[in-house]
């Protein structure tokens, strides 16, 4: 499996910036995809998930009402809308893909993801 992010860019406080994450190969089968991002000097972090095939999502609490994470299973695509983005949100973002089914929904954990995507940087100015 393959994870191409994309969309990432430099942008002024409460601008929007759109993500996107294409899979490719062998992607029948995989459970979830999320985002994570590691902002400069710090510990990688999760933003949100989201099942690929029931489309439930889970967000971090800082991203909660300004973030959409969104599916697209036709194209193996998920997406990631950022509105009202603030300097915090500076970071080198990632996504990844997770195999494993759960009862509880995707993961928070970036140990439940095999499969990593090479990461797009966001940079918001204030």
């Known amino acids: 499996v393959q994870l191409q992010a994309s969309g990432g860019g430099s942008v002024l406080a409460g601008a929007s910036l759109r993500l996107s994450c294409a899979a490719s190969?062998?992607?029948?089968?995989?459970?979830?995809i999320g985002w994570f991002r590691q902002p400069p000097g710090k510990e990688r972090e999760f933003v949100a998930a989201i099942t690929l095939r029931a489309g439930a999502t889970k967000y971090a609490d800082s991203v909660k009402g300004r973030f959409t994470i969104s599916r697209d299973g036709a194209k193996n695509m998920v997406d990631l809308q950022m509105n009202s983005l603030k300097a915090e949100d500076t970071a080198i973002y990632y996504c990844?893909?997770?195999?494993?089914?759960?009862?509880?929904?995707?993961?928070?954990?970036?140990?439940?993801?095999?499969?990593w995507g090479q990461g797009t940087q966001v940079t918001v100015s204030s």
């Open positions: 190969g062998r992607t029948l089968g995989l459970y979830a």
């Open positions: 990844a893909a997770d195999r494993t089914a759960s009862p509880y929904g995707s993961s928070s954990s970036s140990r439940e993801y095999y499969y």
